[in-house]
Structures are given as C-alpha cells and as structure tokens.
C-alpha cells in the first residue's frame, strides 16, 4: 500500500557533501506548510548519571545551519538538564507526519551564550516568563493549588500583581520580567544526523552524514568536513 503518496520526492543524488542546508530547509518548509501544531517539536533524549534514558518534547528555537547547532530553551534545573550536565550526549528527533519526512541527530548539547538566553527570555510574553520563575521543573509538588500559591508568591517578589487567576494580571501594564538564572538555552551541535523521507511500500529514502566535532569554547565547536552515506530503509 502506498503511504501518504503525496510527500513524494527522494533524497537528493548525489547526496549533498553538508546535511544542514537541506535539513534546515525541511524545518523552514515544516514551519510554513502548517500542517501541524508545533512543527517545531522535537523529541530530546537525554542519558543520566546512572546510564538510564529518558526522553521528552521540547522546541526548537533556531536551526543554525552554520556552522550547525540547534537550540531548546529550558529549566536548567530540570531532570533533562541535569542528565545533560552530567552527560552531554543526546540525541533529537523531528517528525512531520503529514509531510513523510523526520530527521534524527545525535550530538553534544551545552549551555547556549547567557546573552543569548537573555535576548530569547526577553522576546517571550510575561506569562511565559512568569512560568519560568513559577515552576520548579521536574520536581514534586502535592498539589495543583499549590503550584498556583507558588507562582503568586514569586509573582508578588518579582512585583507583579496577578489578577484573579494566574494568567490574568491586575494591571494593565506587562511586568519587566528578568531572566531567572536557570532557565536559559542549550545548543546541540549534531555529530550525526539522518534524513529519511517516506516511501511507498516502506522503501523510504535514509541517508545519514557524520562529523567530528572538536571543542574550542564552552559553547562552541570546530566541525570536521561531513561523511554521507546512503542507509537502506
Ligand atoms: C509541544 C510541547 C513543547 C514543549 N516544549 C518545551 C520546551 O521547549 N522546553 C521545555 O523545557 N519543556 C517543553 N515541553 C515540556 C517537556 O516535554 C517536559 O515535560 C518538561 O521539559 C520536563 O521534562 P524533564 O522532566 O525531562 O526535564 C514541551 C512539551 C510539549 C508537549
């Protein structure tokens, strides 16, 4: 049975020498066709101290074709970044279903640039940036109720007054919110990356480049030329 007949089209041969280009190209074309919610969404897995997986959604806030990283933004105390501090090999997946396309990383994540982070936070409205000071990611809490008590006491620290519910500000003036200091970026620079285009008959179209990544900065890589290979489905 032909699949999803209408996402077409085969990798291009020969293979391009940088997976990238075309990678951000498919995320570009992701964001524009619309045809799903967050098509920014990608997968994040992460190893931890004790070598247990785990894996979860977060989006990507830019695709830096080059020299070649991603970026997430988060809680740097939450358990993805605590995996990701003691280990920084993670691996990503993006998956457009309707357009028969996913692309798959493995790679090094660390700390994107504190200006960076400051400059992304500032962009983001005041609930979200709220949110951030509002939530312990990842850690317990008993109650719904509780959560919400949590967040109007911070609000009232930062001197923003809440409304009747959390969402709602008394005020008509958005807060000057700063960035808390752990919440910020992580740039994953991939040293593998696969691109795999639906087929009919499940003969879908892989390739799968590889790099070597050389660090010269706390957050930055020299990058070796990439190696392609064609993959069998
Ligand atoms: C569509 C979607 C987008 C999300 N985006 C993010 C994100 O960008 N950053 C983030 O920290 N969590 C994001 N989350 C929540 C995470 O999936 C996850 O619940 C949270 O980060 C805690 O994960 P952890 O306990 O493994 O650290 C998103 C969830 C969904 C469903």
């Not at 988060?74 to 605590?82: G, V």
Request: charged share 25%; with cysteine.
């Amino acid at each position: 049975m032909t699949r999803n007949p209408e996402s077409g089209g085969q990798l291009p041969n020969p293979l391009p020498e940088n997976p990238l280009p075309l990678a951000a190209e498919w995320f570009e074309h992701a964001q524009q066709s619309a045809s799903q919610r967050n098509p920014n969404a990608m997968s994040l897995a992460t190893v931890d101290k004790d070598g247990t997986p785990s894996a979860r959604i977060v989006l990507c806030k830019a695709f830096v074709a080059e020299p070649g990283y991603l970026v997430f933004y988060t809680n740097y105390e939450s358990a993805k970044s605590r995996a990701i501090l003691a280990n920084e090999r993670v691996a990503l997946i993006m998956h457009w279903d309707a357009l028969g396309q996913q692309i798959r990383m493995e790679g090094i994540a660390v700390k994107s640039p504190a200006a960076e982070s400051d400059a992304y936070f500032a962009t983001r409205g005041w609930g979200s940036r709220l949110g951030a000071w509002g939530s312990d990611q990842s850690k317990p809490i008993a109650t719904r109720a509780q959560l919400e008590k949590q967040i109007r006491e911070r609000a009232v620290k930062l001197g923003v007054e809440l409304g009747k519910d959390i969402n709602t500000l008394a005020g008509n003036t958005p807060p000057d919110i700063p960035r808390p200091p752990h919440w910020g970026g992580f740039r994953v620079w991939p040293e593998a990356l696969e691109i795999w285009r639906e087929g009919a008959d499940r003969i879908h179209d892989r390739a799968r480049w590889v790099r070597a990544l050389t660090r010269t900065s706390d957050d930055t890589f020299e990058c070796s030329a990439w190696k392609a290979s064609r993959l069998q489905p």
